[in-house]
């Protein structure tokens, strides 16, 4: 069983689906966790529920798009609890599903803003405070298995995901001897409110057709997707950066 006693976690995105369930599996753990979310209602929800489990953690309203936000995020990680062990920088959008052509350029900068300069914003805050601690800390950065592939309709979310792997792998790169390890993981399609949103999951032909594309013919659950950014976290992975690692249920072997 990976232990993270008395180690102090940043989630973001910790108001729903992926980010809701690893929040939930810190504390499970033992560590002390800071969720940040732009939903205020779905943060202090998960928050609730690590305390009712007999966990320890503080709800922060953060865009991570702000830098002053991912700033303020991992400052009540040191105010609340001392320290920063480990960051699941995870807050994202599905973003538009249309051909390149008829995606406004707007829309297509939100979705790299948020799933990609939210993860830079992040590791801006959280590398100097790893950094300054002797033990150092843990980076997980959530891509997609469409950072690794293209998919029709999504360009924005998959460069965007692609550039979370190129990020991942330059700071690793950076703080190879600052004890600071960080690696990235590509869920295939997970069964969350996302999916919901982009149409997947509320119909059942596109839900048959997104099965279809994972050798293992279903989705996956957020559970299966937090038991690997724990373990990514834990001494169990200690020789591990830079690296990405694929939790898609056979999605990227096709
Ligand atoms: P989700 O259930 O929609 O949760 C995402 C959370 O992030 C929501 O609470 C959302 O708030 C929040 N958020 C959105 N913009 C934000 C911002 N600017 N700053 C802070 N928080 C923000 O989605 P999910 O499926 O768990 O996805 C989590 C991550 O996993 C995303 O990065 C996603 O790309 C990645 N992922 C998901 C899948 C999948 O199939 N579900 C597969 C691969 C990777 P609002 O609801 O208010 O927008």
Avoid at 32 to 49: L, P, Q
Avoid at 52 to 78: C, I, K
Avoid at 151 to 161: D, I, L, P, Q, R
Avoid at 172 to 181: C, D, H, K, P
Wanted: charged fraction near 20%; include cysteine; hydrophobic fraction near 40%.
């Amino acid at each position: 069983m990976v232990e993270l006693s008395n180690g102090v976690a940043v989630v973001t995105g910790a108001g729903s689906g992926i980010g809701r369930q690893t929040a939930e599996e810190f504390g499970e753990r033992g560590a002390a966790v800071v969720g940040a979310d732009v939903d205020v209602e779905g943060g202090e929800e998960t928050v609730s529920r690590i305390e009712s489990a007999g966990g320890e953690a503080r709800f922060v309203e953060a865009d991570v798009t702000d830098p002053e936000q991912t700033e303020a995020m991992v400052a009540v990680a040191l105010e609340e609890f001392g320290r920063l062990d480990f960051a699941f920088n995870n807050a994202g959008i599905g973003g538009p599903q249309t051909p390149i052509q008829e995606t406004d350029p707007e829309d297509w900068q939100t979705v790299v803003d948020i799933n990609l300069v939210g993860v830079f914003n992040s590791m801006h805050a959280e590398l100097d405070a790893m950094q300054d601690q002797e033990e150092g800390g843990v980076i997980v950065n959530n891509s997609s298995v469409l950072g690794q592939v293209g998919f029709e309709g999504a360009s924005g979310y998959v460069a965007a995901k692609h550039g979370v792997l190129g990020l991942t792998k330059t700071a690793a790169l950076e703080n190879g001897e600052t004890g600071v390890r960080i690696n990235a993981i590509s869920p295939g399609f997970i069964d969350t409110p996302l999916l919901e949103e982009g149409g997947i999951t509320s119909d059942p032909a596109v839900r048959d057709a997104i099965e279809g594309r994972h050798a293992m013919n279903r989705l996956g659950d957020p559970a299966e997707i937090s038991s690997a950014v724990v373990w990514l976290c834990s001494d169990e992975a200690s020789f591990v950066t830079g690296e990405t690692l694929a939790v898609d249920g056979g999605y990227l072997s096709q």
